[in-house]
């Protein structure tokens, strides 16, 4: 085949630019500014709205609507295409992540024949997503009005190049290799998702936890306070004597 | 206070709740219905460290290990625990190192969870668990101690030996990740990667020279490939190795991999239950105990350089005996009396 | 009166000694957590333990349960059922619909064999049933009209004209006077508007 | 093909087999529990594995219902690493769908299926290292795993391949010989009534010696079966060994 002279052929392979762009180093402040909001929604059965320093989730809840066999969580978690720059982590595996950490706070016997449909967005990411998610998740699962039988609080934490634990890390120092991430029930102190990545010698990822459930526990009166203003703002209080 | 029962039920015995998704717990695609009476009979038994087969909380199955058994691969190996059958297989093939790599091989997972196991994989049936096990299998090597990448690169940035680690799941009797695992080091440990010699001449133009030779190759060193332990939590304790009834019985487990010395690599929680803090940190706590039942079993895998040629695997590893339940070149492996195999081998785990 | 507290899913209530769980509560180690987020209210029974639950006023997460009278609209008929909407349970409306379904053994409780569906119900009528079975993984919800206060209660002739019960299994048009066989509901008397 | 001398002067293979010859075949069955029936065979370097569940319920759509006969359900896959170059994908491909018809079909022919109607024969078939002949090996060792599960069956299915090279027809073929591109030709035969339940031929051949090819694989087939029937009759023995065994105590 002759070559064609009229365009210009690029390289037959090529690679994005950001791969060479240099990651600035930011170190996060500790600890992060956190913003959250319960009910922002008005299609939704629920909805919560969760900030914490750069990383933004927006969550809604449909459901209970009736779909055959037993009851179901169905999550669903997706990082928006503008959220972060380079590659994006795997929409599937982190949706079961959610669930997983999700299904150990919903009373889901309550809903037999039923499915609840849990919709998760990272709008921005700047470390701790997974973890902020399954957090907005549960408070728009509470703001639904779903049973539960404690908000799942999650955390996150990652082992920076000197050895240093640093909770709730930019998503620049959650590259560096060594990552806890957490889902807790701060109320009944159970444990509901765990994923630790990265080595960890000795006892050092006992302290990671604990480290991360304190993490949790701090999380815990700000995301229950939003509730409370999201359930005062929603609900009229009863008139009864 | 006693760790609470995972998965928050007020009743006592009640192991199960009565409508929960649909999903059952992770490994257990392949899962049996038991009736409430059965869960009892377990949970029970557990409680008393005494399991329905008649091992103890922390002990493992027989572990059958063959290596060596499908010819066209660089490496493979066949693991058998209880029901559990797993066959590995590691093909080297050239291909470009990553961009974020240059100077590293990479490897690449691929599990085929087959109709062979239960007919429930029939099709695509068994893609999702298969990409699950993969993932995990990715985590867990996501690190730089566990194999040495840099070993396998030819030529930074233009050559690298990819190694396609493929999964064929051939039966399914409960503990898929472990023995998995463990087959998946011990086809690494067989795996024999040519040696290449790069030719260049006066152009600059290059050119490889694959060894014949059988055993010029190159042997990886896999003492730092790490192997999953899955602790179920049953009732109030935790037990290693489930068979398909017992993860029926464990509404969450916790998946902890683990190096030779100790070292966590990869941690997950999985099921729909939820576990205590503590029992958490016991279970991390218990990788020690169960690693030195590994290291009686199974020291060749772990201490690089025993049978270093092709068939010495068998001669030089004296807890291996023959069987011949497949092949006649079988090698079988008995971890009991553990406590007797503890013995002698916390001398050898010292040494390492 | 002092404003009713507001809380949250997780939060402990009081001891199991004090109160009785109610509507929206779960126990656990001997107290009582709150499951769902809403208003605390007690209720004061004559001299029996107070009922604590949880109230929430837009709630509407109803489910059908077994044994719950429902109101539903027949989508289409076959020789052997009839698939319906279910569109009310009690007296509360549903946001989203659930389907069902009536067999044609549970359309009345006597002469079972001698019930035929197209004589029973027809597409488009509103139907007052019973849930007796959520069904299984493959089927919808199972209900029944076999009371005499269950069954057809809103029907349209072929004129389009709302149709007037005349007996227990016939509707008759006020327009063109033709009667056409339903299984008719008997309503109770404290759900008719007069 | 040049250079690869596939038949020599003295009339040796290039695995120094004879023309007429078989590979080593070795077979063992009743090898995983939880299946109705397994078998694993070893045809020279190809391996393959065959596990049969059933019969039982008709899985999903009941629109599959026979109701005259069961149904059989196969399927076949290679694993990925079986081949000399990687495969992609284990099963799904168009040449796995092709093998999954041919099997089913040749055991439609040999299975009583009138025996059970309305339910679902399974027949999983995994190539576990592939060196020619895969078709035929995988039809010996569902044979040998319906019979572990004790399906009723005509008669075994035996099946071998053969090819014409150099005006000699040779059986069995390895993958060497296969991938020289000569005519093959793949039959399933039931050896005691010399019925052909299936038979498919690539490539081009003279008519004049169609016959002593389907000769040659008729030949082989029933060596096959002697294989087959040996291995069949010391697995029975076996298990009536363990099964007496039990009755004594």
């Given at each position: 085949m002759a070559p064609d002279s009229r365009r210009v052929r690029g390289p037959e392979e090529s690679q994005s630019p950001l791969l060479y762009v240099p990651c600035s180093e930011a170190v996060a402040e500790v600890p992060r500014a956190v913003f959250a909001r319960a009910g922002l929604l008005s299609q939704a059965s629920g909805s919560a709205y969760l900030e914490m320093g750069g990383t933004k989730v927006l969550c809604a809840v449909w459901g209970p609507r009736g779909a055959p066999g037993r009851c179901r969580l169905q999550c669903e978690l997706r990082w928006a295409p503008f959220s972060r720059r380079g590659p994006r982590s795997s929409p599937r595996q982190a949706g079961l992540l959610l669930q997983e950490s999700l299904e150990a706070a919903v009373r889901l016997e309550r809903y037999p024949r039923a499915e609840l449909a849990v919709w998760a967005l990272v709008l921005e990411e700047r470390g701790c997503g997974l973890p902020l998610a399954v957090s907005a998740a549960s408070l728009a699962l509470a703001d639904a009005g779903i049973e539960m039988y404690d908000l799942a609080v999650g955390g996150g934490l990652s082992r920076g190049p000197g050895g240093q634990l640093q909770p709730d890390p930019l998503d620049t120092e959650e590259e560096s290799g060594a990552t806890v991430y957490l889902s807790l029930l701060p109320a009944l102190n159970q444990v509901s998702g765990l994923v630790c990545s990265g080595e960890w010698e000795g006892d050092s990822a006992v302290e990671a936890i604990k480290l991360c459930m304190e993490g949790c526990q701090r999380l815990y009166p700000v995301l229950q306070q939003s509730l409370v203003k999201a359930t005062k703002r929603k609900i009229p209080e009863p008139q009864s004597g | 206070m006693t760790a609470m029962e995972t998965g928050m039920v007020s009743n006592r015995y009640s192991v199960s709740r009565p409508f929960t998704s649909g999903r059952e717990s992770c490994s257990g695609m392949a899962s049996v219905q038991l009736s409430e009476a059965e869960k009892v009979y377990i949970l029970h038994g557990i409680q008393d460290d005494l399991r329905v087969d008649g091992r103890g909380c922390e002990d493992y199955r027989c572990i059958e290990v063959e290596t060596d058994v499908v010819s066209n691969t660089t490496g493979s190996a066949r693991v058998k625990i209880g029901h559990t059958d797993v066959l590995v297989g590691v093909k080297a093939e050239m291909g470009i190192p990553k961009l974020g790599s240059p100077g590293e091989g990479y490897v690449e997972f691929f599990v085929d969870c087959s109709a062979n196991a239960t007919p429930e994989f029939e099709g695509r049936g068994g893609e999702e668990l298969g990409t699950e096990i993969a993932n995990v299998l990715y985590k867990i090597f996501d690190n730089k101690s566990s194999l040495n990448l840099k070993s396998l690169c030819i030529q930074p940035r233009e050559h690298c030996w990819v190694l396609y680690i493929d999964v064929l799941l051939l039966e399914c009797g409960g503990n898929l990740f472990d023995t998995i695992s463990i087959a998946v080091k011990a086809a690494l440990f067989n795996a024999r990667i040519p040696k290449v010699r790069v030719l260049e001449d006066e152009e600059g133009a290059k050119d490889f020279e694959l060894s014949d030779d059988p055993y010029d190759c190159m042997r990886l060193n896999v003492t730092n490939v790490p192997c999953i332990v899955t602790l179920s939590r049953i009732g109030h304790r935790h037990v290693v190795d489930a068979t398909l009834q017992e993860e029926a019985c464990s509404l969450a487990s916790v998946l902890v991999s683990v190096t030779s010395k100790g070292v966590l690599t990869c941690m997950r929680k999985l099921g729909r239950g939820s576990l205590d803090p503590e029992s958490i940190f016991e279970m991390i706590e218990c990788r020690h105990k169960i690693l030195r039942q590994f290291l009686g079993a199974i020291p060749a895998f772990w201490v690089q350089g025993k049978g270093a040629t092709r068939g010495e695997t068998s001669t030089q590893v004296p807890n291996f005996t023959h069987s011949s339940l497949f092949k006649d070149k079988y090698m079988h492996l008995h971890t009991q009396p553990y406590s007797a195999v503890c013995m002698s081998l916390s001398r050898e785990s010292t040494a390492i | 009166m002092a404003p009713a507290k507001c809380c949250v899913p997780g939060e402990r209530l009081c001891s199991l000694e004090d109160c009785a769980p109610g509507h929206g509560t779960y126990c656990k180690h001997g107290y009582i957590f709150a499951s769902l987020s809403g208003y605390v209210v007690k209720k004061n029974d004559n001299g029996m333990m107070p009922v604590l639950s949880i109230v929430r006023d837009t709630d509407s997460h109803l489910l059908?349960?077994?044994?719950?009278?429902?109101?539903?609209?027949?989508?289409?008929?076959?020789?052997?059922?009839?698939?319906?909407?279910?569109?009310?349970?009690?007296?509360?409306?549903?946001?989203?619909?659930?389907?069902?379904?009536?067999?044609?053994?549970?359309?009345?409780?006597?002469?079972?064999?001698?019930?035929?569906?197209?004589?029973?119900?027809?597409?488009?009528?509103?139907?007052?049933?019973?849930?007796?079975?959520?069904?299984?993984?493959?089927?919808?919800?199972?209900?029944?009209?076999?009371?005499?206060?269950?069954?057809?209660?809103?029907?349209?002739?072929?004129?389009?004209?709302?149709?007037?019960?005349?007996?227990?299994?016939?509707?008759?048009?006020?327009?063109?006077?033709?009667?056409?066989?339903?299984?008719?509901?008997r309503v109770r008397a404290e759900y008719l508007q007069t | 093909m040049a250079g690869l001398e596939l038949l020599s002067d003295q009339g040796y293979r290039v695995d120094g087999r004879k023309a007429g010859e078989l590979r080593k075949i070795q077979a063992r069955m009743g090898v995983f529990a939880q299946a109705d029936g397994s078998a694993y065979i070893e045809q020279g370097n190809t391996k393959a594995l065959a596990v049969v569940y059933g019969p039982h319920e008709i899985r999903g759509s009941r629109s599959k219902t026979l109701h005259d006969r069961a149904v059989v359900n196969c399927q076949y896959s290679m694993a990925t690493f079986s081949t000399g170059e990687r495969k992609r994908r284990p099963h799904g491909d168009r040449k796995s769908t092709e093998m999954t018809l041919h099997l089913k079909q040749t055991f439609e022919a040999a299975i009583l299926t009138q025996l059970y109607p309305r339910s679902q024969i399974d027949i999983y078939v995994q190539i576990l290292q592939a060196d020619g002949g895969n078709y035929c090996t995988c039809v010996n060792a569902a044979t040998l795993a319906i019979i572990d599960a004790g399906i009723p069956m005509r008669d075994y299915v035996c099946a071998c391949s053969a090819g014409f090279i150099e005006d000699t027809p040779l059986a069995d073929l390895s993958y060497v010989e296969e991938a020289a591109g000569g005519p093959q030709l793949a039959l399933a035969l039931l050896p005691k009534s010399d019925q052909i339940a299936l038979l498919e031929m690539n490539s081009r051949l003279h008519e004049d010696h169609l016959e002593r090819v389907m000769d040659a694989a008729t030949k082989a087939c029933k060596d096959v079966y002697a294989v087959l029937d040996q291995a069949v009759k010391e697995h029975l023995q076996e298990v009536s060994a363990m099964l007496g065994d039990r009755g004594m105590a």
């Open positions: - | - | 059908p349960v077994i044994g719950v009278t429902v109101t539903c609209k027949v989508m289409s008929i076959n020789a052997r059922f009839a698939k319906v909407q279910i569109m009310y349970i009690g007296s509360t409306a549903l946001k989203t619909t659930f389907r069902g379904t009536i067999r044609k053994e549970d359309i009345r409780a006597t002469e079972k064999d001698k019930v035929e569906v197209y004589k029973s119900f027809r597409p488009g009528d509103i139907v007052v049933a019973k849930v007796i079975s959520l069904g299984d993984a493959q089927s919808n919800y199972l209900l029944t009209t076999a009371e005499n206060e269950l069954g057809v209660v809103v029907a349209h002739s072929e004129a389009g004209a709302s149709m007037v019960p005349i007996s227990w299994c016939e509707m008759q048009c006020p327009k063109t006077h033709i009667k056409e066989q339903r299984k008719v509901a | -």
